[in-house]
């Protein structure tokens, strides 16, 4: 099965969306199998992070936000406002397909961990991921 | 077939585990097919490195720590550690799941490649990770 | 079904290759499924990237050439040359594998996006990509 979600963002920052995920897996009737995400995007990403405490997503976001400024004055790639050259650079940084297998119906995540899609642009309304669910 | 494995780590560092994923693709029978592993954890990570020289695996860890060092004065998420919130850093920048390709029965590694748990912090014991293998 | 491909690079740099795996998935017949690629090398890597506008890879790069220099006194892994310590940072922090749900016969990659080997050294003649087509 393969699957378009779309996730709403509108602004840079974490987005969990672990839930659309595991809904997509009860609707496919999967027991065990393994469930593959893409995001259609290379301006946000993809990434398994803590769900439980909101520093911990707030102090990455500000982390890699000050490893990839805006206005470096090495890019070139300008044209497309400030923000769209560090959203590629952390797109590269982080992950574009993440894999996550299935057992007894439900994605194999650990006790913490949730499954975001990462704006790293100002003004995105919404991204789209494709989802493959497969034995 | 989803098994879950665990990896021991005790300290900071890079922890090759590909034969314990070698085992379990000869234990599944699997001639053709692909392999796929996620941790279970956002405080550890998975990479693909060479498996020949210490000396890359050390430079890398060293590397890593210094990009991301301890008592950043950006952190507000401490409460959990000093090196709590670098082990969420590092997860990001790393691998949370990656997949190989089975033939004849064997991962398609490269000669140099082994599969690696990296362990973030300095005294988790040990690392789940969910292994997925399917044709 | 698991074939190895084989990209030239021969330079540091990105190299689009979106047309030989979309052959491979032509050639498998596969209309909905999964499409899985590992690079079998430790000093080059795979991203998916924008594949209109040269100079955002030309950023990319340089970005992260800057970040990750030669000739840095960290370095204890040296006698395969100034570039390689450098390739396996690099190769780290971006993907070893990545996957790509297929839908219709063709990858589902978002209107821009491209798959790219990511060459590291400076003398890397090609490379090896292992590549699974599965449903």
Redesign the interface.
């Known amino acids: 099965?393969?699957e378009?979600l779309t996730v709403s963002t509108g602004r840079q920052g974490l987005f969990e969306f672990t839930a659309q995920v595991q809904a997509l897996v009860d609707r496919s009737g999967t027991e065990?199998?393994?469930c593959?995400l893409?995001i259609?995007?290379?301006s946000a990403s993809l990434?398994?992070?803590?769900n439980a405490?909101p520093?911990?997503q707030?102090?990455?976001e500000?982390?890699?936000a000050?490893?990839?400024p805006e206005n470096?004055s090495?890019?070139?790639?300008t044209f497309e406002g400030a923000d769209?050259?560090p959203a590629?650079?952390k797109?590269?940084?982080?992950?574009?397909?993440?894999?996550?297998?299935?057992?007894s119906g439900r994605l194999?995540?650990?006790t913490?961990?949730g499954v975001f899609c990462w704006e790293h642009r100002h003004h995105a309304s919404s991204r789209?991921i494709?989802?493959?669910i497969?034995?």
Chains 1, 2, 3 share one sequence.
């Open positions: 099965m393969v378009i065990e199998g393994l593959t893409l259609q995007h290379t990434t398994i992070q803590e405490d520093s911990a707030h102090d990455l500000r982390w890699l000050r490893l990839v470096d090495l890019y070139t790639h769209d050259m590629h650079i797109s590269a940084l982080t992950s574009t397909s993440l894999s996550i297998p299935i057992k194999c995540l650990g913490w961990q789209k494709a989802v493959h497969g034995r």
